[in-house]
């Protein structure tokens, strides 16, 4: 059985940092690749970073470019989520998707991890 498992959430004020971690297990996890998207309240899901095989290829969106960072240890089947720098419209739920890269479609989704961000 596939499952994704997130964790790391919580509130902080801006300019705090938080690191997102996404358990992975039931797949091969080094030959995905694999995405954080997340969903504000009232609003649709927005792809926020993608990260390949391999610590190599990595994508972000515009509006955390410079302040995220993706990255995964396949030797532990995990996916992070460095965010630095946090302002207020980065609150939402955060998800780990398997899925293609800079996209909100997937396969399969964890449930998610909470982020707050307000002063």
């Known amino acids: 059985e596939v499952q994704l498992v997130e964790s790391g959430g919580g509130s902080v004020q801006p300019g705090g940092s938080l690191r997102l971690s996404c358990a992975a297990s039931?797949?091969?996890?080094?030959?995905?690749?694999m995405n954080w998207v997340r969903q504000a309240p009232g609003k649709g899901l927005e792809w926020v970073s993608s990260?390949?095989?391999?610590?190599?290829?990595?994508y972000y969106a515009s509006s955390v470019k410079g302040r995220f960072t993706i990255s995964r240890d396949n030797a532990k089947n995990t996916l992070y989520l460095q965010m630095n720098d946090l302002k207020s419209e980065d609150t939402a739920v955060y998800y780990c998707?398997?899925?293609?890269?800079?996209?909100?479609?997937?396969?399969?989704r964890g449930q998610g991890t909470q982020v707050t961000v307000s002063s």
């Open positions: 039931g797949f091969t996890f080094d030959i995905y690749y």
């Open positions: 998707t398997r899925g293609p890269p800079r996209s909100t479609t997937y396969d399969y």
């Open positions: 990260i390949g095989r391999y610590n190599i290829m990595t």
